[in-house]
């Protein structure tokens, strides 16, 4: 990613859900709230103006170079910080952050990511295969280069909800054998040619899936998800509000099991005696919010957008079990780092 002109000054970036977030985060002048994908900034500006406190964190350092007008406009009530959101819990103590008013996050990969075919997210421009949103680890090129057709298809299936995973996993194989697939156009063109090409009357590119598992494999973003509602968990303070707007089936499954999971009252009944668990420590805000049309309209990647907000009871923190939050499982596939 280039220079601070492309981030959070860069005027065609459009927040997604803007509005609904900023009321479920119900912000107070004097509030504290962490923005845990600070991305361009617009989630973070809006708070930053109606007088809160932000502690804004990105695992790109791009993103942070690019946060530095925001830190000129509003000083010491903004803090940027390079780092996993998975680690949240750990950054706001380190910053004295805690107990928090509000977290936000952004779930997945960002407009500037997609924008620039240098890192390799998108197949709209041609670039090198990388899909990396950190500066280290294994990048998509070295998975579709080194994974064996299993490992590709399981990713492919479960990470990208694609039918055909076992068909394209094999065309992947067979054309690396012929040279390595190096950028974004060609394995693209791979995947199309295995998919049958578009269907009739679909938008959708048949390499959208692919792309997608490569991503969210290679950067754990399931993992990191799951780790960073648990941490939200941890640094909220009774009253205050957790927004997650997520993008794919994927990520807002397990933000919906994850809220119901916590503001769920375990009853009894005549049948069958109380089943004393843990007090919720959420209550829910919303069943799921999608944007209206004249956002949609306006800006095409709040489309997929799901908003679920939920406010931090007085209850301690639930132990974390990812087995009940719909993880897909990849049986057998080694982590990402295996195969850098």
């Given at each position: ?66 946060g530095a007008s ?121 995947v199309e040619k ?147």
């Amino acid at each position: 990613m280039g220079g601070s002109e492309s981030l959070p000054n860069n005027s065609s970036h459009v927040p997604v859900m803007l509005d609904p977030v900023m009321h479920a985060l119900n912000v107070r002048a004097d509030g504290r709230y962490i923005d845990g994908t600070f991305g361009a900034g617009g989630y973070s500006r809006a708070i930053l103006k109606a007088g809160g406190a932000v502690l804004a964190i990105d695992r790109d350092p791009s993103a942070i170079v690019g946060g530095a007008s925001l830190l000129e406009e509003y000083g010491a009530r903004l803090r940027l910080v390079e780092g996993r959101f998975s680690e949240m819990e750990a950054i706001a103590k380190d910053n004295d952050f805690t107990p928090a008013d509000g977290v936000v996050l952004d779930v997945g990969v960002s407009s500037m990511q997609l924008d620039q075919a240098e890192r390799g997210f998108s197949f709209r421009f041609d670039g090198p295969l990388d899909m990396r949103m950190g500066a280290d680890g294994a990048s998509a090129a070295d998975v579709v280069n080194r994974a064996s057709i299993g490992d590709l298809q399981r990713i492919i299936g479960h990470l990208g909800e694609e039918r055909r995973a076992g068909r394209i996993a094999r065309a992947i194989a067979a054309a690396r054998d012929e040279e390595p697939i190096t950028r974004t156009a060609t394995l693209a063109a791979i995947v199309e040619k295995a998919a049958g090409g578009r269907a009739p009357g679909s938008h959708i590119h048949p390499a959208t899936r692919t792309f997608q598992a490569l991503r969210i494999f290679i950067n754990r973003e399931l993992d990191e998800l799951v780790e960073a509602l648990s941490a939200a968990e941890q640094v909220l303070g009774e009253g205050g509000r957790l927004v997650v707007v997520a993008f794919h089936s994927l990520e807002d499954r397990i933000v919906k099991r994850f809220l119901r999971l916590r503001s769920e009252e375990l009853r009894g009944s005549r049948h069958q005696p109380l089943n004393v668990g843990p007090a919720p420590s959420f209550t829910a805000l919303n069943r799921g919010l999608k944007a209206d049309d004249a956002e949609t309209a306006r800006n095409p990647r709040s489309r997929s957008a799901v908003l679920r907000a939920a406010e931090r009871t007085a209850a301690p923190a639930h132990p974390l079990d990812i087995t009940r939050l719909g993880m897909p499982r990849l049986v057998g596939v080694a982590e990402p780092e295996a195969f850098a």
